[in-house]
C-alpha cells in the first residue's frame, strides 16, 4: 500500500483574499457558538444558506464573506492571494455538518447537532485561529484515496 507523503488539495487557477477567508470562518465560528447558546436553529439555518452559497454558486459573496471583505478592508489588511478551490471543498465539508446540525436540531437530537456543530467549530476555529485549513486534510485522507480506487 502506497503511502500517502504530502497533503493533495484541489486546485484552480481562481483565487481568494486569506484575509476574507479567515474572518467568515471567524463569523461561522461565532455564528455556531450563538446557536450553541440559545439552541435556536436559525443559526445553523443561516449558515447552511451561507455555505450553499460559497460551495455551489458562483456568486462573488455569501453574506458572511461580504462581511468578511469589509472588516478586512475596514482594518486595512492587504489581500493575501491563495487557490481557492481548497476553500470551495472546506465550504461543502461545512455545508454538510451545517445540514446534519439544522437536522439534528429540528429532529430534537441534541448529542448529533452538538458533535457535528462541535466539528465546524473545530474546523472553523483552525482556519482563523491558526490559519490551517481542514479540509485539504479531509480532501487528502478520505476523498482521494476514493477516487484514485475507482480512476
Same mark, same amino acid.
Given at each position: ?10 486546485? /484552480? ?14 463569523? @461561522?465560528?461565532? @455564528? #455556531?457558538?450563538?446557536?450553541? #447558546?440559545? /439552541? ?6 443561516? #449558515? ?16 458572511? /464573506? ?21 476553500? #470551495? ?34 474546523? /472553523? ?27
Amino acid at each position: 500500500m502506497e503511502k500517502i507523503n504530502q497533503l493533495v488539495c484541489p486546485v /484552480s487557477s481562481e483565487r481568494v483574499d486569506e484575509n476574507r477567508v479567515r474572518a467568515t470562518a471567524f463569523g @461561522m465560528l461565532t @455564528m #455556531m457558538g450563538l446557536f450553541f #447558546m440559545t /439552541s435556536n436553529p436559525i443559526f445553523p439555518g443561516i #449558515m447552511l444558506v451561507d455555505f450553499y452559497i460559497r460551495a455551489f454558486t458562483r456568486l462573488k459573496y455569501s453574506p458572511v /464573506s461580504f462581511l468578511a471583505h469589509f472588516f478586512v478592508k475596514a482594518i486595512g489588511l492587504k489581500p493575501i492571494w491563495i487557490d481557492k478551490a481548497p476553500k #470551495m471543498f472546506a465550504a461543502r465539508v461545512g455545508f454538510l455538518l451545517t445540514s446534519l446540525t439544522l437536522g439534528a436540531a429540528l429532529l430534537n437530537l441534541p448529542l448529533l447537532a452538538v458533535i457535528t456543530g462541535s466539528t465546524l467549530v473545530l474546523f /472553523s476555529f483552525l482556519e482563523c485561529g491558526l490559519n490551517f485549513c481542514a479540509g485539504c486534510w479531509v480532501y487528502t485522507f478520505v476523498v482521494f484515496p476514493l477516487v484514485r480506487r475507482k480512476g
